[in-house]
């Protein structure tokens, strides 16, 4: 029983550089775009073409909708090695899907507020109730990250976050 956290590469690449259709449904994508991290299973940087790779969208919140880039990015504390240790470390195979050989790909969506607390977790992408319920708990618990700034002040951004859950064989 293991849980693959899915690398956040440090690369950015536009949205329309990309195929996303199979990553975010529509909906998602609403809204203006401000920067988009490539990710891959690996945790290598990679361009879109990789059939592997999976697009998370990291947009502007604002009550004044935001103009411009988000410069530098939120990040999580200590950066994304870190991040994907405290999702291995954290993250927790519930143990109806382990009896029921249930895996899947959750993608979870949240925002980091102006102070780098985590906000509004919403699964983007669901694989089964049990694995989104798991990758929701785990982003709600997640420290407080540094969040994006705008023109030097801090911003409230959205960022996303894929949990892939996957038994051993």
């Given at each position: 029983k293991a849980v693959a956290v899915a690398g956040v590469s440090a690369?950015?690449?536009a949205l329309t550089a990309c195929h996303t259709h199979n990553v975010l449904p529509p909906n998602s994508l609403a809204g203006d775009v401000e920067a988009t991290t490539v990710v891959t299973s690996d945790g290598q940087q990679s361009d879109c073409k990789d059939p592997n790779a999976?697009?998370?969208r990291t947009d502007s919140l604002n009550d004044n909708q935001l103009v411009g880039d988000i410069d530098p990015m939120p990040q999580f504390p200590g950066?994304?090695?870190?991040?994907?240790?405290f999702l291995r470390e954290n993250t927790r195979y519930p143990e109806a899907a382990v009896k029921d050989s249930i895996e899947g790909r959750v993608v979870v969506k949240f925002t980091v507020e102006k102070d780098g607390s985590i906000s509004n977790p919403e699964v983007v992408r669901s694989a089964h109730p049990l694995l989104d319920e798991e990758a929701l708990r785990v982003v709600g618990i997640m420290p407080k990250w540094t969040p994006?700034?705008?023109f030097g002040k801090p911003a409230r951004t959205k960022s996303a976050v894929p949990i892939i859950f996957k038994?051993?064989?």
């Open positions: 690369g950015l690449a999976m697009v998370v950066g994304t090695e870190k991040l994907l240790e994006g700034m705008y038994m051993d064989k």
